[in-house]
């Protein structure tokens, strides 16, 4: 049984910047990554970024990459994202994940956190 907690979601100011945690526990070491993913209103859920749990790999979808940072703190049991310049398309609910990494993308499947509000409005 693996548990995910999401934390740090609110409210933000176009060009603003967010810290969001997941608290993991149980058996996360049977899954290759950990990931954030995120689902806007009337969207499809898609993949933000995710870091490997065996070595430093880490993936980030393109509209993303450079203001995003995915991090994690192993003594922690906590994978963090660090979004910065957010725009209003970065609005969604954004959840962490177990995951795993292919050259194009990450993929998450069994366990989900229940997710944070991010929303990016002036």
């Known amino acids: 049984q693996v548990q995910l907690v999401e934390s740090g979601g609110g409210l933000v100011q176009p060009g603003g910047s967010l810290t969001l945690s997941c608290t993991v526990s149980g058996f996360t070491s049977d899954y290759e990554a950990i990931g954030w993913f995120r689902q806007a209103s009337g969207k499809e859920r898609e993949e933000v970024s995710c870091?490997?749990?065996?070595?430093?790999?880490?993936y980030y979808e393109e509209s993303v990459e450079g203001r995003f940072t995915i991090s994690r703190d192993n003594a922690k049991n906590t994978v963090s994202l660090q979004m910065n310049s957010l725009k209003p398309e970065d609005t969604a609910v954004y959840y962490c994940?177990?995951?795993?990494?292919?050259?194009?993308?990450?993929?998450?499947?069994?366990?989900r956190g229940q997710g944070t509000q991010v929303t990016v409005s002036s």
């Open positions: 994940a177990t995951a795993f990494i292919t050259v194009a993308h990450c993929y998450e499947y069994d366990y």
């Open positions: 870091i490997s749990q065996r070595d430093e790999s880490t």
